[in-house]
């Protein structure tokens, strides 16, 4: 079952703050968020384990709740460069990664 | 390190020929996985192979496809014959690990195939 990623477009001014939501109807491992940038292949950002943690990547951070199987990712100030589409990739039992249907982000100047 | 190579880069052909998609992962990487990206359905995970055994092919569409590792540095994706609906970007991509705060998935520069 893919997981439900929203919203589905954002569209911000530099500077500005996102959140991007991933929820699953299934018990959750991990939780990976990556960048794809129009033409490019996905980029790895981070990964989340079990245990509630929350994680850091420059002004790029996320969350995961375990129990509501649910991840959200935070861009803060957001930068032209953090244009692209974002997917969450959670993992369930056997290692494999299932890719919600991505959030496209658009910064504009 | 070089990353993820795969080739071609682009393939254009007509239904009902084969068509080979060729992937040699990250150098020490011992998990390979073939995805595809639609518009319409996303990224979707094919297969993927565990120290060059397939583990799970669950996403494999159809019998029309197939994938194969014969060592740690090469692995193909085939389709025979080919359809217009499997146009699609295709990505290989390569982990050290499978699981843990490492697990981390290296994708290639995709291929995009055209069938027409």
């Known amino acids: 079952q893919q997981p439900v990623q929203s919203p589905q477009a954002v569209i911000l001014r530099e500077g500005e703050d996102a959140v991007i939501n991933c929820s699953s109807s299934k018990a959750l491992y991990s939780v990976h968020w990556y960048r794809q940038k129009h033409g490019e292949a996905p980029v790895f950002l981070m990964i989340?384990?079990?245990?509630?943690e929350q994680k850091g990547h420059d002004k790029i951070s996320a969350s995961f709740n375990e129990k509501k199987q649910q991840s959200s990712l935070y861009l803060t100030a957001s930068q032209l460069s953090y244009s692209g589409t974002y997917f969450c990739?959670?993992?369930?039992?056997?290692?494999?990664?299932?890719f919600g249907g991505g959030t496209r982000l658009m910064v504009k100047p | 390190d070089a990353g993820v190579i795969q080739s071609p880069r682009h393939e254009v052909t007509e239904m009902g020929q084969e068509v080979t998609l060729r992937c040699k992962p990250i150098?020490?990487?011992?998990?390979l996985f073939w995805y595809r990206q639609t518009m319409m359905r996303g990224l979707e995970l094919l297969i993927y192979f565990n120290n060059n055994v397939p583990i799970d092919d669950s996403g494999m569409p159809e019998d029309r496809f197939s994938a194969k590792m014969p060592n740690a540095s090469f692995s193909t994706l085939k389709i025979q014959p080919s359809e217009p609906r499997d146009s699609a970007v295709y990505f290989c991509?390569?982990?050290?690990?499978?699981?843990?705060?490492?697990?981390?998935?290296?994708f290639g520069p995709g291929t995009r195939l055209t069938v027409t």
């Open positions: 150098s020490g990487h011992n998990s």
């Open positions: 991509a390569s982990s050290l690990v499978l699981a843990g705060p490492n697990y981390e998935q290296y």
């Open positions: 989340l384990l079990k245990g509630g």
């Open positions: 990739g959670t993992e369930n039992a056997g290692n494999m990664l299932t």
